[in-house]
């Protein structure tokens, strides 16, 4: 009964996600993060191998 | 402390909470004070998570860390950016649709009252537990590197937090945080400079470096997978992920501060702008540690950084045996001076011979310090088996209070105080938001909205009273850092579990989840107590069994409930 009024489900009419302000769509902002990630861990595993 | 310096901690101190109040006057109602209207725009919802996770223990310890054992601490972040990828994309925009106060009353939302309770009682016990240390951790070591009394240092810290949020709520939290970040910032970085400009003559930072790192203090990564190392790449990834992803998605003290954003995009871009930047910042913290390393390379150290300890072991039965040892480090820093100046010119002559010879003698004299450091250590612990043997979180402040010039120390001070408002204050406010909406509103029904922010205010001080109470308490302890983070991971996976039920499993109801999180709990519990494994594996058992248990009892519950329906 409690999921009735359950917010974020599927039983609400969508609510519009507004757009981030670079790159178009939050999946392309999360994408970016998600390869910064990756280059900062590569920079780190350089880091300890030219200097151990 | 010289007196320019005390002018300046005293300065910044009231500036912090004047302005603070300044920047959150007005507050008439629960949407303002607890949530500062929902008006933060991303780069103040940004400052305050990242402030909120960066406790003055943080800023004193981090640099100890790196001294000691390197770059590898780092690894712990690497979950982070994931976590806050997943909380944008899915946890973001439910609280925010729901126009919740608390992450906990989005759950009786979607499940029942039994499960908020549950949630919030979690939380409560966690949260308030790791309050006082919070406020006593910092203070500790804050009163014997001053010499000032710990009971009233605790005092001190918790009137000023009580002072900020009371009078200004979350709008005056949000505020203060971010110019607190930026002056604890600003002075790490000022600190950095001067490490680097207190090196010998002819030895630059890259000098610095490349002895830190052949003494294998620039261990960044390790791609071994082992369960019971606490810091590699994998538990960094995954169970990083799954600490970083409870902490931030269902902790008050970090849900309160991006609740409080103008809208989802904000909220959303504040966590990301910490993914991305929280990982740089903690290397940097981490190697300016790792400089300070070096620097001693060159300069004397102490034997034990921790004054008190060193002091008591003088003045003790075993004063004998502690000088004898100073003795011995005082002369093995000498040749280790000797050591590091050698492989400096080494690396300039270009001669690969030479250099594999001063790198070998390197080590060698490191090596030879750090058996007086153990011989040390095996004196404290002889004089007394209960006494702390680890003084990492003394080795900055030391650093800086022999080293740096005056009117910079009194800076560093006042940033580590601002350090510990911080997150004390992000702390307090979230315990006051659970206590008034997830427990007096419940149970009383609210009242007016000046009622209600009276509650609120009055409930802050009575967390800040528990906090330095417990404080007291806490001194008893024994190791309160670890002591906290275990505590935090034993609740953190089941938190987690039921908050991605309600995200992620749409048919699944409230008693399902209630009694899964029961059996959760036990089943972290048995890790800890029965198993070796690292405590950052705790979140993933916990989040795992909430959701595998639940899944199960709700089809069990589902056809139960059709088989006793009249046909």
């Known amino acids: 009964v409690n999921e009735a009024k359950a917010p974020g489900t599927s039983r609400e009419p969508p609510v519009p996600d507004p757009p981030p302000p670079i790159l178009g769509r939050w999946a392309n902002l999360y994408a970016l993060v998600i390869v910064v990630l990756l280059a900062i861990i590569a920079l780190l595993s350089w880091l300890t191998r030219r200097f151990s | 402390v010289s007196t320019p310096d005390w002018i300046v901690l005293c300065g910044t101190l009231a500036a912090f909470v004047a302005y603070g109040n300044w920047r959150g006057r007005g507050n008439r109602d629960l949407t303002g004070y607890l949530l500062a209207g929902r008006s933060l725009r991303w780069p103040m919802v940004a400052l305050s998570v990242m402030a909120t996770q960066a406790s003055a223990i943080t800023f004193l310890s981090t640099p100890g860390q790196g001294y000691a054992d390197g770059l590898r601490f780092v690894q712990f972040y690497f979950g982070l950016p994931l976590a806050m990828v997943v909380l944008c994309a899915i946890a973001i925009p439910a609280y925010h649709r729901a126009r919740v106060f608390t992450a906990y009353e989005y759950l009786e939302r979607r499940f029942d009252a039994k499960t908020r309770t549950l949630a ?12 006082g240390v919070t406020i006593y951790a910092p203070a500790l070591v804050l009163s014997v590197l001053l010499g000032w009394d710990v009971r009233w240092t605790c005092v001190l810290l918790g009137a000023l937090v009580a002072i900020a949020i009371t009078s200004g709520g979350s709008r005056a939290v949000g505020h203060a945080h971010v110019l607190q970040f930026a002056i604890i910032m600003g002075t790490m970085v000022v600190a950095f400079v001067m490490i680097v400009r207190a090196l010998p003559p002819g030895v630059g930072w890259l000098d610095a470096t490349a002895i830190a790192g052949r003494l294998g203090r620039l261990n960044a990564v390790n791609t071994a997978f082992d369960p019971n190392d606490r810091y590699n790449l994998w538990s960094g990834l995954i169970g990083g992920f799954f600490l970083q992803f409870s902490y ?22 504040g966590l990301l702008f910490n993914g991305l930047f929280k990982l740089p910042m903690q290397f940097f913290i981490l190697f300016v540690g790792v400089m300070v390393f070096a620097f001693y390379q060159f300069a004397p150290s102490p034997l034990f950084f921790d004054p008190v300890e060193s002091h008591r072991m003088a003045a003790g039965p075993q004063g004998d045996r502690w000088r004898d040892l100073e003795q011995r480090h005082a002369r093995a820093t000498e040749v280790r001076r000797g050591t590091a100046t050698a492989f400096v010119e080494a690396r300039r002559s270009g001669d690969a011979a030479e250099l ?11 090596r030879e310090v750090e058996k007086v450091r153990v011989a040390a250590l095996a004196a404290i612990h002889d004089t007394d088996p209960a006494a702390q043997t680890s003084d990492t979180n003394y080795v900055f402040l030391a650093f800086v209070l022999h080293h740096l010039p005056t009117g910079l120390i009194g800076l560093v001070l006042a940033a580590m105080f601002a350090a510990s408002m911080n997150s004390s204050s992000a702390e307090m406010h979230a315990l006051t938001s659970t206590t008034v909406v997830d427990v007096y509103k419940r149970l009383h029904g609210g009242g007016t909205a000046w009622h209600e922010v009276v509650v609120s205010r009055f409930a802050t001080v009575l967390w800040c009273a528990f906090a330095v109470g417990f404080a007291e308490f806490a001194a008893r302890l024994g190791s309160l850092i670890e002591a906290v983070n275990i505590l935090g991971s034993l609740f953190y996976g089941t938190m987690l579990g039921m908050f991605l039920t309600a995200f992620l499993l749409k048919r699944v109801r409230g008693t399902a989840v209630f009694w899964a999180a029961i059996v959760a709990e036990a089943a972290v519990i048995a890790c800890f107590k029965l198993t070796k494994i690292s405590f950052l594996w705790y979140n993933v058992v916990g989040c795992v069994v909430v959701m595998g248990v639940a899944m199960v009892l709700s089809a069990v519950f589902e056809r139960r409930r059709i088989a006793i329906a009249p046909a």
């Open chain 2, 120 to 131: 919030s009682a979690l939380f409560l016990l966690q949260r308030g537990l790791a309050a």
């Open chain 2, 248 to 269: 931030f998605g269902t902790d008050q003290s970090q849900v309160g501060r991006y609740l409080g954003g103008q809208s989802i995009a904000h909220s959303r871009l």
């Open chain 2, 356 to 366: 594999a010879a001063a790198e070998r003698s390197l080590a060698e004299g490191q």
